[in-house]
């Protein structure tokens, strides 16, 4: 299956900093591509997605960048707060599967 | 409320002993799918299904079992669990993945599984 590599795997920036978190793949016939916030003890939520045919998507704080030549797509906060802790993990789907990365354990220190 | 529903929420059983995870949902929605997370590993595709009737295997399918005699429901089975299935499962579904729109996924609340 497709193998998708996210980084880093833990993060802490002080309130109010910017959050980058990059993810890479290798199947170029992937075409669509959710970001999901878990927070502890509970599901995975959509915060943002992205498909293949745009380079750039912002909602508010959040945005997704994919660089579909180099294979790789990024989340970005910016303005984080406390609330913004959580898991988040990229994904893909090639079609038929969705393809998760290990996730980020993002911190937000007050 | 649209949504999708697992049940149980905690499960812990013994080694051998067949269970079933079931997972509906109610949003008319074509595809759906059955993931285990384990720490460092993120989320890993069991099974997914197209359609009533149409099962396939994903990544890690070995010693569960799935059926899609419905569309709105997709249960998981393990028919002789062991210790290395522990893990944290989540059912998910979404609308037409295979697309052009954009069609998330929407989980469940998961069912925490201890196999001892």
């Known amino acids: 299956g497709e193998n998708v590599e996210q980084h880093p795997s833990t993060l802490s920036v002080q309130e109010g900093d910017s959050a980058v978190i990059k993810c890479t793949y290798s199947?170029?016939?992937?075409?669509?591509f959710p970001w999901y916030k878990q927070e502890l003890g509970k599901r995975p939520q959509l915060i943002i997605d992205?498909?293949?045919?745009?380079g750039e998507k912002k909602d508010q704080r959040i945005a997704v960048t994919l660089n579909k030549t180099a294979k790789h797509f990024s989340l970005h906060i910016t303005e984080t707060q406390p609330e913004d802790s959580a898991v988040y993990f990229c994904a893909l789907n090639t079609g038929n599967q969705f393809y998760f990365g290990t996730g980020t354990s993002l911190t937000v220190i007050p | 409320e649209a949504q999708v529903t697992q049940n149980p929420r905690y499960l812990i059983t013994v080694t051998g002993k067949k269970l079933t995870v079931t997972c509906s949902q109610n949003?008319?929605?074509?595809?759906m799918s059955w993931y285990r997370q384990d720490p460092g590993l993120g989320l890993r595709q069991i099974y997914y299904?197209?359609?009533?009737?149409?099962?396939d295997k994903g990544d890690v399918p070995e010693g569960y079992k799935v059926s899609r005699k419905e569309k709105r429901n997709f249960p998981l089975i393990l028919e002789s669990p062991s210790p290395n299935q522990t893990s944290l499962y989540f059912c998910?579904?979404?609308?037409?993945?295979?697309?052009?729109?954009?069609?998330?996924?929407?989980f469940g609340n998961g069912t925490r599984l201890t196999v001892t």
């Open positions: 199947d170029s016939a992937s075409n669509y």
């Open positions: 998910a579904s979404s609308l037409y993945p295979w697309s052009s729109y954009n069609s998330p996924l929407h």
């Open positions: 299904s197209m359609n009533v009737e149409v099962t």
């Open positions: 992205i498909r293949s045919n745009v």
């Open positions: 949003m008319n929605h074509e595809y």
